[in-house]
């Protein structure tokens, strides 16, 4: 008990205090997230918070959680998207728009992404987030 009470004083004194504070800013940060197109997975994987922890803290059934806890999942940003996390596809069609506007046809730009379809076949709604991040890189690469 002695060694655990003065390593615990430690890690106050150095800012790693980890006691129990409230829940709320890290369920506003996962509803946050969700809508931006992460998942509990992808949130979970980013902070290293178990799955189960990140639904019940979204649910609001966990209101009280460890500072730690609450730091790891404020962490989190937007841009640590999972590949295959579904994203509005409003900014790559956009992108492709413009592309086509340029001169470039949709079966050009595949070839230049390097897919196996003769065109490409997006749907209009929701796209991938790896397609959509491969679409916006290769705007800026031709329209530099």
């Known amino acids: 008990n002695s060694r655990y009470e003065s ?3 430690k ?14 800013p890290a369920r506003r940060h996962i509803l946050k ?4 197109g992460l ?6 994987a980013a902070s290293d918070v178990r799955e189960q922890t990140i639904q019940t803290i979204r649910r ?3 209101t009280r959680i460890r500072a730690r806890t609450l730091r790891r999942i404020l962490d989190v940003t937007p841009d640590m998207l999972a590949d295959r996390a579904l994203v509005p596809a409003r900014r790559l069609w ?14 050009a730009l595949a070839g230049k992404l390097r897919y196996s379809a003769p065109a490409l076949q997006f749907n209009k709604v929701t796209v991938t987030a790896r397609n959509e991040h491969n679409v916006l890189r290769l705007f800026e690469r031709l329209m530099a």
């Open 60 to 62: 609001g059934y966990k």
């Open 94 to 107: 956009s992108c492709i728009r413009r592309l086509q506007d340029e001169g470039w046809t949709k079966k």
């Open 39 to 44: 998942g509990r997975r992808a949130i979970a």
């Open 7 to 9: 390593e615990r004083q």
């Open 33 to 36: 997230l969700s809508r931006r």
């Open 11 to 24: 890690a106050r004194r150095n800012g790693d205090w980890n006691g129990v504070v409230d829940a709320a």
